[in-house]
């Protein structure tokens, strides 16, 4: 056999990198090849123990139904690498999760190698949020881009920060924690972080339910029933003009406009990507948020930057776990 031949056997043997989104309530694993094809993907609850025995369980078999189903390429050697990503902190040199507030089981837990010593393969660790940003400027919003600011909009607000193309993780592995930029100094609501004012008290969706909650006696004619909010039943609402609705999410609105205006005048990225469930509100926040970043970015930063949806849902964080997985062979 040539030695052309072995590289090409050797190219196709490992094409696959093993992605799993390890959500606080679901896990999510996905084969995917180095053209950000998603070949295969399941999904189940994450195990709820105080020990991290459950959790690795899960994984091992979870990369185990992903060789099965790619046991066409060369006897099922075709994985290169397992990569997970987690909610919380992680020490991306040395593969242990510091911590995550959601699966605490995990806290200084050596995971990668952990993964490693049962399955075998090379194993890669990153925080979600910052895995959701590479996988926008991989396969989404922001290909083509290298300067790009990814704000995710969910039960809390995540960020994740790309400059010259590479992540900046900052000195411990920790930057980017846009949620808790303080956009109110004055008296802002308490988070769980231990500040107050933070983003996440007023863009997530945690906070789009309570501050229709706080808002809703100056809107009796208000069509929500205040005992089953959910951001999805409000933006629903607003959609068809209720008054709390638009209210809220103008409010909202605000807030992310001077955090993004932060942002913009810090980093001059090209691009601000907004993804999260709470994006799906888009229409209703984006006026109000669109004015605060005009009145508040510098002008030549504010008229290059686009701001735009995320386009990857919620397969950013398997997608960039991969691109990851691939980028440190
Ligand atoms: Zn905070």
């Known amino acids: 056999m040539t030695e052309a031949n072995n590289n090409l056997i050797s190219e196709q043997a490992n094409n696959r990198v093993c992605a799993a989104d390890l959500g606080g309530t ?11 094809h998603i ?12 020990s991290p025995d459950g959790i690795m369980r899960s ?34 040199d040395r593969g242990i999760v510091v911590k995550a507030p959601n699966l605490s089981s995990l806290d200084g837990f050596h ?26 400027m991989w396969m989404g919003a922001g290909r083509g881009r290298s300067a790009i600011v990814c704000v ?11 400059l010259n193309g590479k992540l900046w993780r900052g000195v411990d592995g920790a930057a980017a924690e846009i949620g808790h930029m303080c956009v109110d100094p004055f008296g802002g609501v308490a988070c769980g972080c231990g500040s107050r004012g933070c983003l996440e008290v007023y863009a997530s969706a945690t906070a789009i339910v309570r501050m229709t909650r706080e808002a809703s006696p100056r809107h009796p004619d208000s069509t929500l029933d205040i005992d089953k909010l959910t951001s999805e039943a409000i933006f629903c609402a607003g959609k068809h003009n209720d008054e709390l609705a638009l209210e809220v999410f103008k409010r909202m609105g ?5 955090g993004i205006a932060n942002l913009i005048n810090i980093l001059n990225p090209e ?6 469930g709470v994006a799906n ?14 009145e508040r970015a510098f002008p030549l930063l504010a008229a290059r930057v686009q701001i735009v949806r995320a386009e990857c849902g919620d397969d950013a964080g398997l997608l960039g776990a991969a691109r990851l997985g691939f980028e440190k062979q």
């Open 281 to 294: 509100g888009w229409e209703l926040f984006d006026k109000s948020m669109r004015q605060q970043v005009a």
């Open 26 to 36: 679901h896990l999510r694993v996905a084969l995917v090849d180095s053209a950000g």
């Open 271 to 276: 691009m601000i990507v907004i993804g999260g």
């Open 152 to 162: 995710t909009l969910g039960t809390g607000v995540g960020g994740g920060i790309i």
């Open 111 to 136: 995971l990668s190698e952990q993964l490693t010593a049962q399955l075998g393969y090379r194993s890669v660790l990153e925080n979600d949020a910052n895995a959701a940003a590479v996988g926008e």
């Open 39 to 50: 070949h295969f993907r399941m999904k189940q609850s994450t195990p709820q123990q105080k």
């Open 59 to 92: 994984l091992v078999s979870a990369v185990k139904e992903c060789e099965l189903h790619g046991d066409q390429i060369n006897g099922g050697k075709h994985i290169s690498a397992v990569s997970v990503v987690v909610p919380g902190t992680v020490n991306v």
């Open 254 to 258: 605000v807030y992310l406009g001077i």
